[in-house]
Structure formats: C-alpha cells, structure tokens
C-alpha cells in the first residue's frame, strides 16, 4: 500500500538548492552588514519583516528604524543581491515601507508575513 504513494523525484532537490546558494550567504553577509550593525549603534530600535510570495519566488522586505533614522533591506530572487537603504528620516524610511509593500501587493505578491523578524 506504501508503494502507491512513493514517488521518485526527477531531482535532487537539496544539490539543485545548494548549487543556487553557493556563494549566497557570504554576498548576503556583506551586503547586509551595515544593516545588522544599525541597532547596535542607536537606542529604541523596531524591527518589522514583511515575507511576500508570488508564484514560486519568496521575497523579504525589512526594516529598522531608530530615533535618528532608519534602515530597509529588500531581498528579491530576481535581482543578484539584497538591496539596502539607509535614512537620515524614519518616517520617510516607513513610508516608504508602506508604499513598497501596497505596490507588492498590487503587483500580485501576497504578503505571507508581516511582524517581528522570525528566529530559529
């Protein structure tokens, strides 16, 4: 009865994603060091992640915001590497934040989550 259900895949799932992250993580550690660094230097800092899907791509959109300005990543599977921006103004940084994510959801990506940055 186990055998109706067994399938044998046509790939290996874990090669083919460990083939497109080679290198990933260190372009990703660069890329984003500015932007892991920023509550270390500023006090009263929020977090916020929006994870957004369409089709099969996954897409994050962060940012960080202090007292004296603010931070926003954006990790997009159609470009190379993560984007970064810094703001002297944090409003201006959540406005944009929140037009980013309003045209994301008018372009057909559907917001999976929106809190706190997941850990673990």
Do not use: H
Request: aromatic share 10%.
């Amino acid at each position: 009865m186990n055998e109706e259900f067994e399938l044998e895949a046509d790939f290996d799932f874990d090669e083919d994603l460990e083939k497109d992250l080679v290198g990933f993580d260190d372009d990703f550690d660069e890329e984003l060091a500015e932007f892991e660094d920023f509550d270390e230097e500023f006090e009263n800092v929020a977090l916020r992640t929006a994870v957004m899907q369409k089709d099969n791509m996954i897409a994050l959109l962060c940012i960080k915001t202090a007292t004296v300005g603010a931070a926003i990543c954006r990790v997009d599977p159609r470009e190379d590497r993560p984007a970064v921006q810094i703001y002297d103004d944090a409003l201006a940084a959540v406005e944009w934040f929140t037009k980013s994510l309003r045209t994301s959801r008018r372009n057909g990506w559907n917001v999976i989550y929106d809190g706190l940055p997941l850990k673990g």
